[in-house]
């Protein structure tokens, strides 16, 4: 993994990502030369449309990471992966499409643009064809020892098992420290030097996975084995690379306390984040009201009751406002105002409101929040004051979401479908947290581009 503004990427996705973008300027210029050469006109230097090469890269390169082309399952599935590069491709060519009405200086000519598509697709097929096969070995996977034969040493190793994992278990070492769940682990006493078991496992990392450390800390070990050049991480943070997810079954206050993230020297990225939610919420405000105007409408024809419904919500450290959205229930949906958790297949839903929901179209009121500064576009979803209550109680640390204002997408919900107990609350919480702790104008980027992948694949709306 590589850590890109706070936020891990592994190093293959980062690797093809870059390889992607020399083949998109490639791409477009074969492109520009290829249509220069059909209409008889002299081929001009290539200095002369850099700006257009690189518009026309990062246009298509920003669908490629909407639609989800680097995630494991495009790249380990032929048909998964040609799907989603023809949407991103497709996207790609609306968009600019769009800009060349807006910014034609910037722009490829649309005919240029229709060549470069064609030839990107092919050059971007085979260079995924070639990466998924590499992808699914080990030969961008970390070698890894875990010190711990214990419950936590064991998530380590299914992890590992998991399609797409970065790294391959190379053994356990069993540290004596509690009962052994791993069974195949190896005893510390069997081991004459760990830092040579280390060196003759070419490992290049090693996990400190213990269940209990009071007087089993091995740091005469850990310490010979980082002289030597071999990466040394604790469980907790070495799962918050490898998933994106805070993991709540072995994080303790501590690590929450020393561990970097969560900095206060981010006023700047807070100014920007605002600035951006101000611009893009009156654009799209003024864009999207004839489709709310539609909405209105449709949810008044559908069922009686008013077209909006306003809840309170958590907020921004915790403090209550009120969230608007379009009416997607029966108005008898909650008896007695009491919260109810919505469910898969929920009968409160109208007909229009399944609509709207799986479009996501009852959600645009919220813009006006993200205006007012009450909420932002990429944040923790906000709850309600009754789930938020019941669930700090049996939740640890779900207070900490609300250091962070809420909003209208999130890591959680580009991560994770949409959660309807307590489990899937405790496991929402987690991508929550590496978001509040790990922030970037970046992050924001990506969940951005990435909730694209949820508006076209609505599988998690309820």
């Given amino acids: 993994m590589i850590r890109l503004f706070k936020h891990y990427i592994p190093r293959a996705v980062l690797l093809l990502g870059l390889l992607d973008f020399l083949l998109l300027l490639v791409a477009g210029e074969f492109g520009w030369r290829l249509r220069i050469g059909q209409i008889g006109s002299l081929v001009e230097p290539i200095g002369g449309r850099i700006p257009q090469l690189l518009t026309f890269a990062i246009a298509v390169q920003c669908a490629l990471i909407a639609v989800g082309t680097f995630s494991a399952e495009s790249l380990q599935s032929l048909r998964h992966g040609v799907a989603r590069m023809l949407v991103a491709m497709s996207l790609s060519m609306i968009f600019i499409s769009m800009l060349f009405f807006i910014l034609p200086e910037l722009s490829l000519w649309r005919s240029i643009t229709v060549y470069a598509i064609g030839i990107a697709f092919v050059l971007l097929f085979l260079t995924h064809l070639v990466f998924g096969g590499l992808f699914g070995g080990d030969a961008f996977k970390r070698r890894v020892l875990v010190l711990g034969a214990g419950a936590r040493a064991n998530r380590v190793l299914q992890l590992s098992l998991r399609p797409g994992a970065g790294f391959i278990v190379v053994g356990h070492v069993d540290m004596g420290e509690c009962e052994q769940v791993v069974k195949e682990a190896i005893l510390r006493a069997d081991i004459e030097s760990l830092a040579d078991h280390v060196k003759q496992q070419n490992v290049g990392e090693v996990v400190l996975s213990l269940q209990e450390r009071r007087n089993a800390m091995p740091v005469a070990d850990l310490l ?13 943070t070495f799962l918050e690379r490898e998933t ?51 909405g209105v409408l449709a949810v008044k024809l559908d069922s009686k009751g008013p077209a909006f419904f306003s809840q309170t919500r958590v907020g921004h450290y915790g403090l209550p406002f009120e969230i608007v959205k379009l009416r997607s229930m029966r108005t008898d949906a909650e008896v007695a105002g ?77 991560n994770y479908p949409y959660g309807a107990n307590l489990d899937d609350a405790r ?29 076209l694949w609505p599988e998690g709306a309820r």
């Fill in 224 to 236: 010979r084995i980082r002289t030597t050049g071999v990466h040394v991480n604790e469980v907790s």
């Fill in 244 to 294: 994106g997810r805070v993991d709540l079954r072995s994080v303790n206050p501590s690590w929450l306390i020393f561990s970097d993230g969560f900095s206060s020297g981010r006023r700047l990225s807070t100014w920007a984040k605002r600035a951006f939610d101000i611009v893009v919420s009156l654009i799209l405000l003024t864009i999207s009201a004839p489709l709310i105007l539609i």
């Fill in 338 to 414: 009491k919260a109810v958790w919505a469910e898969k297949n929920d009968p409160r839903v109208t007909r229009v409101g399944r609509i709207i929901r799986k479009l996501r179209i009852d959600e645009l009121p919220q813009v006006w929040m993200v205006l007012k500064g009450e909420m932002s576009f990429v944040g923790p979803r906000p709850e309600r004051p009754q789930f938020v209550a019941e669930l700090e109680t049996q939740i640890p640390y779900y207070a900490e979401r609300h250091v962070v204002k809420p909003g209208i997408t999130g890591w959680a919900q580009i």
């Fill in 427 to 455: 496991q929402k919480l987690e991508y929550d947290l590496y978001y509040a702790k790990n922030y970037t104008p970046f992050l924001d980027l990506l969940i951005i581009l990435q909730t694209v992948h949820v508006l």
